[in-house]
């Protein structure tokens, strides 16, 4: 079962990565009001895992106000587009476990 949920989560990434790929060479054509608001980035943080845990539930909370406006148009307000948000936290096992000073 381990097994077959890594393949899963596997091909889910490379299709995001994918995506990713294909949206950002074609960036040059989206009005620079959207170029400018598009959030590109990583952030390393030290956390337990219960931190680790209740920051996915502050996103969680963050996203949730807008997620009835993807299966209700009428909460959409003008100029309202579709925007992929990614959450993906893990631990970087590549990453010391103590900074360096």
Same mark, same amino acid.
């Given at each position: 079962? /381990?097994? +077959?949920?890594? /393949?899963?989560? $596997? +091909?889910?990434?490379?299709?995001?990565? #994918?995506?990713?790929?294909?949206? *950002?060479k074609m960036r040059h054509?989206? %009005?620079?009001?959207? *170029?400018? $608001?598009? *959030?590109?980035?990583?952030?390393? &943080?030290?956390?337990t895992a219960d931190e &680790? /845990?209740?920051?996915?539930?502050? !996103?969680?909370?963050?996203?949730?106000?807008?997620?009835?406006?993807?299966?209700?148009?009428?909460?959409? %307000?003008?100029?309202?587009? %579709?925007? @992929? !948000?990614?959450? !993906? +936290?893990?631990? @970087?096992?590549?990453? %010391?476990? #103590?900074?360096?000073?």
């Open positions: 079962m /381990a097994e +077959a949920v890594g /393949a899963l989560n $596997a +091909a889910v990434l490379e299709r995001y990565f #994918e995506r990713m790929v294909r949206v *950002q054509l989206l %009005p620079r009001e959207w *170029q400018e $608001a598009e *959030q590109f980035g990583d952030t390393v &943080l030290y956390l &680790l /845990a209740a920051l996915g539930e502050r !996103i969680r909370d963050l996203l949730d106000p807008y997620e009835a406006r993807h299966s209700d148009a009428g909460l959409r %307000p003008e100029g309202a587009r %579709p925007v @992929d !948000i990614l959450r !993906i +936290a893990f631990v @970087d096992r590549e990453f %010391p476990e #103590e900074p360096e000073e």
